[in-house]
């Protein structure tokens, strides 16, 4: 990372204490420049989901500061924030009545996009992830293997991102 840009994400001394004591978080520090895919690895109950959902705040945090592009999180409206990240969650979160092409979309509606941009940003994100748009495009998440849900998934959190590099 250039040493005068500012990071996309910054956690300051962030942690997470539940009133029954368990800290699932303590004291976490970290930069993720922006364009950079970051991967928390660890065993289970170590805090890397609640990391994520603090970012999100899905999750609020006991103490510290979370930045997302120099903005404090906790000052911004919640649904203004999670449109404006891209998030896979474990178990993959796909609305099950919705076919793929509009599962990848969701956000760049919200976003109030027009018609033509989000369905070539989809068609980019299926073509991205590996699933033809022809055949994948109008299946359902119950008609797709785990993995292909998964890689929806990531299609979709990428969705409403300037570029797919």
């Not at 250039?2 to 368990?22: E, F, H, M």
């Not at 420049?33 to 690895?41: D, K, N, R």
């Not at 009545?97 to 109030?112: F, I, K, S």
Request: aromatic share 4%; glycine share 10%; hydrophobic share 35%.
């Amino acid at each position: 990372m250039d040493a005068t840009a500012k990071p996309a994400i910054r956690l300051d001394n962030v942690s997470k204490q539940y009133p029954d004591g368990t800290v699932a978080v303590a004291s976490l520090t970290i930069e993720i420049p922006e364009g950079e895919l970051v991967a928390f690895v660890g065993p289970s109950g170590c805090g890397k989901s609640t990391t994520l959902r603090m970012i999100n705040r899905l999750t609020e945090p006991t103490s510290g500061t979370l930045w997302l592009e120099g903005e404090d999180v906790t000052r911004v409206d919640t649904v203004r924030l999670r449109r404006r990240i891209g998030y896979v969650i474990q178990q993959v979160g796909l609305f099950p009545h919705q076919d793929v092409r509009t599962n990848v979309g969701t956000v760049p509606r919200l976003l109030g996009w027009d018609a033509k941009r989000i369905r070539e940003r989809t068609e980019e994100l299926l073509d991205l992830v590996g699933l033809d748009p022809a055949v994948f495009g109008k299946r359902y998440p119950h008609e797709l293997s785990g993995g292909q849900r998964q890689r929806v998934g990531v299609a979709r959190a990428r969705a409403r991102t300037r570029s797919s590099c």
